[in-house]
């Protein structure tokens, strides 16, 4: 087998394309978390996301209209997520995981109840790609400009400018105040009740949207669990990446090179089931080596500062 023809070129721009919805959930998992709340729900809140932009499209016949869907899904999950851990106290692991089944089952439910069929939905109309002129034509870096998603590019802005604010501006030092010392910083003034429900919904938006990518983009449909773990490796990038955007991109690059591998193994002599776990493998090693390594806000998960 050579490695040349599994590993070149072309994975770079399917890198990227693959790394969108796990960028987008990992960076609103940062968000929250850097407030104190946990988000293990950001499976659910992708999956949600990805229905509601399918289902946004059918109703209106615009995909783009269906992006907004997604995005006021995610953020309702998202929300849903925040009443329950900050203002009743809820355990946020178990909420989390609460929302990824009740995901799942709804998004089902709803698969038959709207359009009738079992497992997935009708098609719908998708989001084109679009090409940047003048930029298209730079040597080397054309294909970052030439037929990629609306959303890639909107991914790109978000894992710049979240960590702009996250690092370089008063807002950013507050909330890292909030994840670290929430009681020093509600002394000081920060209103930390409204810094938390915003990021946490946030979160869901963002997730949301990241869902909005795997069936407006990826797919023109919405197909059952077509989130496949996704969620869960953006909290794994998110981890991987030490709660900043910039690390949660990188991180996110790697499952999705893993990911994008895949398709250039298939036809050699290598057990199918070997390529399709590759992902997890690589997501599962990521979180027992970096859990170690990695400084996560210290008062993550203490609600009752």
């Known amino acids: 087998m050579e490695i040349f023809n599994i590993i070149n070129f072309d994975l770079i721009p399917l890198t990227l394309r693959l790394a969108v919805p796990i960028a987008l959930a990992a960076i609103g998992g940062t968000l929250s978390e850097r407030s104190g709340i946990i988000n293990i729900g950001l499976e659910g809140m992708m999956l949600t996301g990805a229905f509601g932009a399918v289902y946004g499209s059918f109703l209106t016949g615009s995909p783009w209209l269906g ?3 997604a995005c006021f899904v995610g953020l309702i999950v998202g929300s849903i997520h925040a009443v329950l851990t900050i203002k009743y106290k809820a355990n946020q692991v178990v909420t989390g995981v609460g929302i990824n089944i009740l995901a799942m089952g709804f998004t089902t439910t709803m698969i038959k ?3 009738g069929k079992e497992g997935m939905s009708g098609e719908v109309k998708n989001l084109s790609d679009i090409s940047i002129p003048i930029l298209k034509e730079i040597p080397i870096i054309d294909w970052l400009f030439t037929d990629q998603s609306p959303l ?5 802005i978000v894992v710049i ?3 702009y604010i996250l690092f370089k501006t008063n807002l950013g ?3 890292r105040a909030i994840g670290d010392h929430p009681r020093a910083a509600r002394i000081s003034g920060i209103n930390v ?3 938390r429900y915003i990021c946490v919904m946030l979160s869901g938006l963002l997730a949301g949207l990241g869902g909005a990518f795997l069936s407006l983009v990826q797919n023109s449909l919405f197909v059952q669990n077509m989130t496949a773990g996704r969620g869960y490796m953006a909290l794994a990038a998110n981890i991987f990446g030490g709660w900043n955007p910039l690390g949660s991109f990188v991180a996110s690059l790697i499952f999705s090179f893993a990911q994008a591998i895949r398709f250039n193994m298939i036809g050699y002599n290598i057990p199918d089931q070997f390529i399709q ?3 997890y493998i690589l ?3 990521v979180l027992v080596g970096a859990g170690r390594k990695t400084r996560a806000p210290e008062a993550l998960g203490e609600i009752n500062e």
């Open 67 to 69: 992006v907004m869907f």
């Open 152 to 156: 890639t590019y909107f991914m790109l």
């Open 173 to 175: 030092l507050n909330l």
């Open 283 to 285: 997501t599962l090693a």
């Open 113 to 115: 109840v709207i359009w």
């Open 161 to 163: 400018l979240s960590w």
């Open 277 to 279: 776990s590759l992902p």
């Open 193 to 195: 009740t409204k810094y």
